[in-house]
């Protein structure tokens, strides 16, 4: 009797409708829970991911009630269910190989998604599996057996109109309470898995492809004409290499240090008497290093991704969000791995302690050219080994050694640090005894120096491992700090440790706190400590020719800085431009707005000459972030290959089987292979870390993860390994022979 009544409530179309969603609201959440890990990390954000899938699936499922005859519309709402429920499967099955969620672009690229599974369907598949369809199925059954019978009623426009309404107030209330917890969640979002947790699949696949049509739409529009107006402002400001310095580099190994939230103030920096970062203090000043004391960063929203941006192209980060999440997975780059590969043999890889899908690294590096990607999937999975965004970076500097002994040389590799990355976790374990941070009020600060310490600690272990290694002699290593870690909140109370009247705060020292450590460190380099003003927008250039390699056919928006006719003016993001001369605030020439660049003081009376030296300097700031933003916008280098240089073909990388892949082409290239690993044996017994989390496991530096191992075993079988494994092949043998040449 009692089910009869239940079933009772379906009878009705609405009834229907209701059960539809609901069963799909909480197979959502099994998934949720049980299949996605979408760093619920409160209470209110599991309440709005509870929200998230209901409004739209009420949209989506309520369009069969607009067709009139009962049979239809009882047949569309179950068609549309079905498609909503096989979107659902299928990012699960896409989740559990890459950690990611399905974008339209992949969706239209189904073929090639297929093959870059690498595993058998039949290996992600799960026994749960079944409870994701389990309630089509027995609702199909009820349906045709007619324990739930087709309302034959008719329903008026106006009944359907409320009920899809009813979804896009659930949608407009779910959006809503998702921007209060986080601002700027579709303009700034720098991971898939942040639109997901807020919004819910069918959300973001609607989002993404409505992001996805608009970028079609402004790349269509776009003209050659446009991209030839950028070549001659690139070809103008064009920096020719220093004659001393062309070439030094040649064909050594780049290692590239990102040292995350790493601000200049703290080099030299001592609190309580004692250094807070005394091996970088030391590399700074040592005669082999070039170091830059007036280098900014230049990042916008994009943040970190804005700064890797930089480094690898040297064009500017867009203006309203990240370059990397919505441009990365379809715009055609000139970046540093396709461009020392395709001129010098390298191979590439990055190695970075997150999940590969925040900042939609998974596909921007494919569209960068790099060889591989090791996320966190490749290093330790332990909870303790991990704070805050990822992997200590002690722990993953000690697991990176045994990738990077494989790499074929000269390599271009790399490593993002995460330790030093708000909010500046560090269990007491780790922090080192001897060193006491400050004392203020703000605990933001206080544990900002103590990372800064531990990441300092951490990369005095990974040098003294290049050198025994013997790395160190045939690399040139790039260190550069990303971008700012304290804020306009924390200066004030920042102020009197780095010798600063928090009373005088201005707009000028707020600018000055832009600085960002850039050195680079060979062994063969005549060093020394330079004030020559340069931002992240020069570094690719500038390494390009320390390795021999003409910068001038590429559309960078930096210059050399070892060129006597480097262009030392700092564009910021946000408007802001530096000279030796001038502070722009804003990139605004206004009474209030110009600063004395060596003086800090400002500047209230302009005379004719400055006025007109400043408004130069404004309209070259806002000339090279509009030509950045239709270069990128508009993707304009799809019309433009310079010559010995080729587009990169995404389709050809595959990070899910670096390992194997790398150890085939060891194999394959026997002892024509110039990995460290083919000519030393392991190295990994000669890296040593005071790592609490590693001292009674010191064997997990050599332990390569199962999953990665089974994974690349399942994957080398499939068509889409073999290929991969192929191409990598290839380039690797024309790295072997190059190198073999060289020396």
């Known amino acids: 009797m009692k ?15 209701a059960l539809l969603v609901v069963c799909y609201w909480l197979k959502y959440l099994f998934v949720a829970y049980c299949d996605f890990n979408l760093g619920l990390a409160n209470p209110l ?10 409004g739209m699936s009420i949209i989506l499922i309520s369009l069969g009630f607009y067709f009139s005859r009962p049979l239809v519309s009882y047949i569309a709402m179950l068609a549309i269910d079905f498609a909503n429920t096989a979107l659902l499967f299928a990012n699960v099955l896409y989740y559990r190989q890459f950690t990611d969620f399905i974008t339209v672009k992949t969706m239209a690229n189904l073929s090639k998604v297929s093959q870059g599974l690498g595993k058998s369907s039949a290996a992600l598949l799960s026994p749960s599996d079944i409870l994701i369809w389990l309630d089509l199925i027995v609702i199909v059954i009820l349906l045709a057996v007619k324990v739930i019978k087709i309302d034959q009623r008719s329903y008026g426009f106006s009944r359907t109109f409320a009920i899809t309404s009813c979804g896009f107030f659930v949608l407009g209330l779910n959006m809503m309470v998702a921007e209060c917890n986080r601002p700027r969640l579709l303009k700034n979002t720098f991971d898939r898995t942040y639109v997901v947790k807020y919004l819910g699949i069918d959300t973001f696949t609607v989002y993404d492809a409505i992001k996805n049509e608009s970028s079609s739409t402004v790349t269509k529009n776009a003209s050659i004409s ?24 040649k064909n050594k190994n780049v290692i590239i240090i990102h040292l995350e939230s790493f601000q200049q103030f ?14 970088l203090n030391s590399l700074y000043k040592d005669k082999h290093t070039l170091s830059y004391s007036n280098f900014y960063h230049q990042v916008g929203l994009g943040r970190t991704s804005d700064a890797e941006n930089m480094l690898e192209t040297s064009t500017y980060g867009i203006s309203d969000g990240s370059l990397f999440t919505s441009l990365g997975s379809t715009n055609t780059f000139q970046a540093a791995p396709q461009i020392l590969r395709l001129n010098e043999g390298y191979t590439s890889a990055v190695f970075h302690g997150n999940v590969g899908s925040f900042w939609n690294r998974n596909d921007v590096y494919k569209n960068m050219g790099y060889n591989y990607f090791f996320d966190k999937d490749y290093f330790s999975q332990d909870s303790n080994d991990s704070s805050g965004y990822g992997l200590k970076d002690k722990i993953f500097f000690a697991e990176s050694v045994k990738y990077l002994e ?17 909010p500046f976790e560090l269990s007491s374990a780790d922090q080192d005894s001897s060193f006491k941070t400050s004392s203020t009020s703000d605990a933001t600060i206080n544990n900002y120096f103590l990372t800064a310490h531990y990441l300092d600690q951490a990369l005095k272990e990974f040098f003294t491992y290049l050198k025994k290694s013997g790395l160190y002699d045939k690399s ?29 705060w201005s707009s000028y020292n707020t600018a000055q706190m832009q600085k960002v450590p850039f050195m680079i460190h060979a062994s063969n380099l005549k060093g020394g400590i330079k004030s020559t003003l340069a931002g992240e927008i020069d570094v690719l250039p500038t390494l390009l020719h320390l390795l021999g390699i003409s910068s001038k056919q590429y559309v960078q928006f930096g210059t050399d800085i070892l060129s006597s006719e480097h262009k030392q003016v700092v564009v910021f993001r946000n408007g802001n431009v530096i000279s030796p001369k001038y502070v722009l605030i804003g990139g605004k020439t206004s009474k209030g707005n110009v600063y004395d660049a060596a003086s800090g003081k400002l500047l209230t009376n302009l005379t004719a000459k400055q006025k007109a030296a400043v408004k130069k300097l404004a309209a070259y700031g806002k000339k090279s972030l509009a030509y950045s933003d239709d270069l990128n916008n508009k993707n304009l280098l799809r019309y433009y290959t310079p010559k010995g240089f080729s587009p990169v073909i995404s389709s050809d990388y595959n990070y899910s089987n670096n390992y194997q892949q790398m150890m085939d082409l060891i194999r394959q290239l026997g002892s024509q292979s110039t990995a460290l690993y083919s000519q030393k044996g392991s190295t990994t017994s000669l890296y040593k870390t005071d790592a609490v989390e590693l001292a009674k496991r010191q064997s997990e530096i050599t332990k390569v993860p199962s999953s990665v191992l089974n994974e690349s075993s399942s994957s080398s079988s499939s068509s889409a390994a073999e290929s991969s494994s192929s191409s990598a092949a290839s380039s690797g043998s024309s790295s072997s022979k190059k190198s073999s040449k060289s020396k």
């Open 406 to 422: 494989k790499l074929q040389q000269p390599f271009y590799a790399k490593f993002i640090t995460l330790t030093n990355h708000t």
């Open 266 to 279: 703290l080099i030299g920096l001592k609190i309580n008497g004692k250094e807070v970062t005394p091996f």
């Open 476 to 504: 040139m290593i790039v260190i550069y700090g990303d971008h700012y870690g304290l804020s306009n909140e924390e200066y004030s109370t920042l102020a009197p440790l780095i010798g600063k009247d928090p009373n005088n």
């Open 45 to 54: 954000q599991h309440i709005i991911m509870w929200i998230s899938p209901l």
């Open 3 to 17: 089910h009869s009544k239940f079933l009772g409530k379906f009878q009705s179309r609405t009834g229907f409708l």
């Open 226 to 249: 446009e991209l030839n107006k950028i070549i001659s402002f690139t070809r103008k400001n064009y920096a020719p290499a220093n004659s001393k310095y062309f070439g030094i580099e």
